[in-house]
């Protein structure tokens, strides 16, 4: 059975909140199965038709930025703090979290509640 949508983003915006803050708690390496199972997740969602205002666009994006931050070499002379990558990630925590409330909104109407 799938899970709903809000319950993926939700679980995407705090695993993007921990990257975002907590930087060099993972590597690449370490990124592992939590991960791929939300992107996976998030892509699969992408691809279906969407039943109402498609909800899945930031994160999307947010998907995009945690692979290039973690696939992503060290740049000469910078931080993690300073990857593009991660601010590409901060900036989009605020979208993702409008569209995990629309989507939460969406299944509640769905539900007739």
Request: net charge neutral.
């Amino acid at each position: 059975m799938i899970r709903p949508l809000s319950q993926t983003l939700n679980d995407l915006i705090g695993f993007a909140e921990e990257t975002v803050t907590r930087p060099n708690r993972y590597s690449g390496h370490a990124l592992g199965a939590r991960f791929g199972e939300l992107a996976a997740e998030i892509r699969g969602a992408d691809a279906r038709p969407a039943e109402a205002v498609r909800t899945t666009r930031a994160a999307m994006v947010m998907v995009y930025a945690l692979e290039g931050f973690y696939a992503g070499e060290p740049e000469a002379g910078s931080r993690s703090l300073e990857s593009p990558w991660l601010m590409l990630a901060g900036a989009a925590l605020p979208l993702l979290r409008v569209e995990a409330w629309i989507a939460f909104n969406n299944e509640k109407a769905a539900r007739g509640t």
